[in-house]
């Protein structure tokens, strides 16, 4: 296998998160430092079903490493998620002579490229590309930290508003499974509160929460919801009910969505990526396929995906005790 491989095909996969074009471009840029053939798969899993492939070269990559989104656009493809929909994409795998494939993506896209690998021993090797930061096997997922920074610049926004009016604020942001978003910017943004999916504490602890706000002399607060919160209510419904069982606060509510998504990688986001798409290709190379390249204490590891995809990533205990803490 090690020396088998002589053209590798990129794809990205999934919701689309800023730091991906910095990881194609990495790619594409290795395998040209390599000495390989490179082809980019548009639209992800359902592109390649479609036979929607081009041909890149290092310059096929210029000035797109500061741009968010992905050049090569992204889906949600149901058909790969059965056997006829994998060997169709095989199959045009074969047709156009690749030999490995990398998958930049989450989850259900390392899903797919697992079902891949077994199906037709097809090597892949996976970058994690997501900004719910959910994925064992590393510490940070390419577009979270640049999701955490404009949560938080938004969240200094309406902090604005909140103090100048004396209100709540109920800001509701993106993790449907996981809460890191919502625990690292609220930490970043200093809110009163962080409700996420992991920890379910309760509407009387918001509420004690609120009242000793309150009562310790805060004119304003700054509550950030997961989406995937497990109060059973979402953010117009916990206004109400804040509403109704504390009438002194004035409630307001925002949901951030997809402006979470989008915008220009940091620099962070941008040399994770640069890093992972070179040890991406290296992998390839030296023979490692069913693999997803992380990062953990600044180092980059490799864990196999079926492990990367079992679970969730768990939130981070101390940094909870931090947030409770600030809340005093
Ligand atoms: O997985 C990334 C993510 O942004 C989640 O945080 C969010 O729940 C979901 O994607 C939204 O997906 P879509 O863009 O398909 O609505």
Do not use: W
């Amino acid at each position: 296998m090690a020396n088998s491989i002589s053209k590798i095909a990129v794809l990205t996969s999934g919701g689309d998160s800023p730091g991906m074009n910095a990881a194609i471009r990495s790619v594409v840029r290795s395998c040209a430092y390599m000495k390989l053939k490179c082809v980019a798969i548009y639209r992800g899993y359902q592109g390649m079903i479609d036979g929607d492939f081009k041909e890149m070269n290092a310059r096929s990559v210029n000035n797109i490493i500061n741009k968010g989104g992905t050049i090569l656009k992204s889906a949600r493809c149901m058909e790969f998620r059965t056997p006829e929909g994998r060997k169709k994409g095989h199959d045009q795998l074969k047709k156009h002579n690749v030999d490995a494939l990398v998958v930049i993506g989450g989850n259900g896209s390392f899903a797919g490229a697992l079902k891949l690998n077994e199906e037709f021993n097809f090597p892949v090797m996976g970058i994690p590309g997501t900004i719910d930061n959910d994925i064992l096997g590393t510490s940070y997922t390419i577009g979270f930290d640049t999701a955490i920074n404009t949560v938080v610049e938004v969240i200094d926004k309406i902090r604005d508003t909140a103090s100048s009016h004396n209100r709540l604020f109920f800001i509701e942001v993106m993790g449907r499974d996981v809460g890191h978003i919502a625990l690292n910017a609220g930490v970043g943004a200093g809110a009163e509160e962080i409700l996420i999916p992991e920890q379910n504490l309760g509407l009387d602890r918001l509420l004690d929460s609120l009242k000793r706000s309150k009562k310790s002399g805060k004119s304003s607060s700054i509550v950030i919801v997961a989406e995937g919160d497990k109060t059973g209510k979402n953010v117009f419904e916990l206004k109400e009910y804040v509403e109704e069982h504390l009438p002194i606060y004035d409630v307001r509510v925002s949901v951030l969505g997809h402006m979470q998504r989008g915008g220009n990688p940091t620099c962070f986001d941008r040399v994770l990526a640069s890093r992972m798409g070179v040890r991406a290709v290296e992998a390839l190379l030296e023979g490692k396929t069913n693999y997803m390249v992380g990062i953990r204490d600044h180092k980059l590891i490799l864990t196999p995906i079926s492990e990367a995809i079992k679970a969730h990533t768990a939130v981070d205990e101390e940094l909870i005790r931090v947030s409770d803490i600030m809340t005093t």
